[in-house]
């Protein structure tokens, strides 16, 4: 039986390391002499999560939002991928609780940056810095040495409460929708669906 109160989720990625391509790890920019090559920014530990997030109510991976063949994604921040993965779980009355990831790399040393990364995921997922762990190994004996491997486990629990569930409904409005029914508001036109106001009767009653 599945747990209806708590899902749990994982995600992996790895990319190889390119000249000439800018560094960003956990949406954080780091200095050094290669970045990592990929279709997108090739943030890996973005990418992990995006995974983890997304599996733990599945919905899919990465690919089926944002599939790598599609001209649209090329270059693109990893933000908006964690942003779609969040969307997919607050849609189904989760949020998450905690994050915990170990990135596998030879350079550069991200233990430096280790709190600025753990600050960015905390504002991305929602959660305080301290429900993020961010661990650092080399690839030892791996043969890896010129890649960056990402793994994520994310811990997700039901939000209860009317409050939760209007939001939930809320977001699962097309954007199209919103946006006419704020245009009318605006003009001082009835939005649509409104109930039609009742007419006052000017006669008098006798």
């Known amino acids: 039986m599945v747990n209806k109160f708590m899902r749990i989720g994982y995600g992996w990625d790895s990319h190889e390391f390119k000249r000439g391509v800018a560094l960003k790890i956990g949406g954080v920019a780091i200095p050094h002499s290669s970045g990592l090559a990929g279709h997108?920014?090739?943030?890996?530990?973005?990418?992990?999560?995006?995974?983890?997030?997304?599996?733990?109510?599945?919905?899919?991976?990465?690919?089926?939002?944002?599939?790598?063949?599609?001209?649209?994604?090329?270059?693109?921040?990893?933000?908006?991928?964690?942003?779609?993965?969040?969307?997919?779980?607050?849609?189904?009355?989760?949020?998450?609780?905690?994050?915990?990831?170990?990135?596998?790399?030879?350079?550069?040393?991200?233990?430096?940056?280790?709190?600025?990364?753990?600050?960015?995921?905390?504002?991305?997922?929602?959660?305080?810095?301290?429900?993020?762990?961010?661990?650092?190994?080399?690839?030892?004996?791996?043969?890896?040495?010129?890649?960056?491997?990402?793994h994520v486990v994310v811990l997700l629990t039901k939000k209860t409460g009317r409050a939760s569930k209007l939001k939930a409904a809320v977001e699962q409005v097309p954007q199209t929708v919103v946006d006419t029914v704020v245009d009318q508001v605006l003009e001082g036109a009835e939005p649509v669906g409104a109930p039609e106001k009742k007419r006052i009767s000017s006669r008098t009653k006798k």
């Open 40 to 150: 997108s920014d090739g943030d890996v530990l973005l990418h992990a999560l995006t995974d983890a997030l997304l599996g733990a109510v599945a919905a899919g991976d990465i690919g089926t939002f944002f599939p790598p063949n599609d001209a649209r994604w090329k270059g693109a921040d990893s933000v908006m991928f964690v942003q779609e993965a969040m969307r997919q779980i607050r849609q189904q009355g989760y949020a998450v609780s905690n994050v915990d990831s170990t990135l596998i790399m030879a350079k550069p040393k991200i233990i430096p940056h280790a709190a600025s990364i753990r600050a960015r995921v905390a504002e991305l997922v929602g959660v305080q810095v301290d429900a993020v762990g961010v661990k650092a190994k080399t690839p030892e004996g791996m043969g890896t040495d010129n890649a960056a491997i990402a």
